[in-house]
């Protein structure tokens, strides 16, 4: 007789699940809504807000869902609110804040939802709490914990809401838990399991929330589960796992343990084409995607209307326990 569990359930329905391209916007330019290799974006939870980090222009814009322009910030410098390099972006779910990573400036300073300078973290080095090269920044639901990659230190660290430091892990090389130039992390909400993109090593690998080795899985190449320069990483709603696969142009998504379960995109300028994309995010409730096309210069978004959301996942338990 065979057992039907959640698990039997769940992976053929995300198998099938299909994504259709529902908009863009963006355009090469340093005007408003335009952009010049935008690397980080981020969805508020709350009001559904899209962050955008505009690489070259050092600033930050955020936009309704659709892509109306709503406001900027940032300029390139040193003192508050300014930034040497930018890169990732995440808002804190409890206060909307807005946490931004200056990659060359060695801190993550955060902001209120429209940009208004509220604090920082970070200093030069390798030393506890010290950063070099913060990459990417992520949220952990559960405790509000900030993870930040750093790619010169091959290392994650982590910190508390206003940057106290709580721990780290990693170190360059290519064993399990080692890194070389670790990018994308994300925080899972069911298991408060941290996903890491370890771009240069072309995987992902995944960990407790303090840092133990779970597992990891990729290659380099260009077959499905392969990767060629793993960028930004989410967890979707469902649990899985998405990820920007940069230099193969295509997104990839897995359960969470690693098994691949399918992709999108391909090389090229058409509506659900990318040229390098960096990052991925979803709305709340999950039934949104957003990719940063970077070498495009805009944001896409596409819809999916067979998406399981955890409620459902319970009452198909429920069912078949």
Do not use: C
Not at 77 to 103: E, K, N
């Amino acid at each position: 007789m065979i057992r039907i569990t959640a698990a039997t359930l769940l992976i053929p329905a995300l198998a099938l699940a299909t994504w259709h391209y529902e908009g863009q916007w963006g355009s090469y330019g340093g005007g408003n809504g335009q952009f010049y290799l935008p690397l980080g974006l981020t969805v508020s939870p709350a009001t559904g807000y899209v962050y955008v980090a505009d690489g070259t222009q050092r600033r930050v814009q955020y936009f309704t869902w659709n892509g109306s322009f709503l406001g900027r910030w940032g300029s390139y410098g040193t003192g508050d609110g300014q930034f040497l390099s930018i890169g990732g972006v995440a808002v804190q779910p409890s206060t909307g804040y807005v946490y931004v990573t200056d990659y060359g400036g060695d801190r993550v300073q955060y902001f209120t939802a429209d940009g208004s300078f509220v604090g920082k973290f970070g200093a030069s080095g390798a030393g506890d709490g010290e950063l070099d090269g913060p990459n990417v920044v992520a949220w952990a639901p559960a405790t509000e914990y900030i993870y930040v990659t750093e790619q010169n230190n091959d290392r994650v660290s982590y910190f508390t809401a206003t940057g106290s430091f709580l721990g780290k892990w990693g170190g360059y090389g290519s064993g399990a838990g080692q890194f070389w130039n670790p990018f994308g992390v994300a925080v899972s909400p069911a298991t408060g399991n941290v996903y890491v993109a370890d771009t240069f090593n072309s995987r992902v690998q995944y960990f407790t929330p303090a840092g133990g080795y779970i597992g990891g899985w990729g290659t380099e190449g260009t077959a499905d589960g392969q990767f060629d320069f793993p960028q930004g990483l989410r967890v979707h709603t469902t649990g899985v796992i998405y990820v920007a696969d940069t230099q193969n142009d295509r997104i990839q998504y897995f359960t969470p343990a690693g098994s691949f379960l399918g992709k999108l995109g391909s090389l090229g300028q058409g509506n659900g084409q990318f040229d390098k994309p960096y990052d991925v995010d979803f709305t709340a409730t999950g039934e949104r995607l957003y990719v940063d096309d970077t070498y495009n210069e805009r944001m896409q978004y596409f819809k999916t209307d067979t998406a399981i959301t955890p409620a459902s996942l319970g009452r198909i338990k429920t069912l078949f326990q």
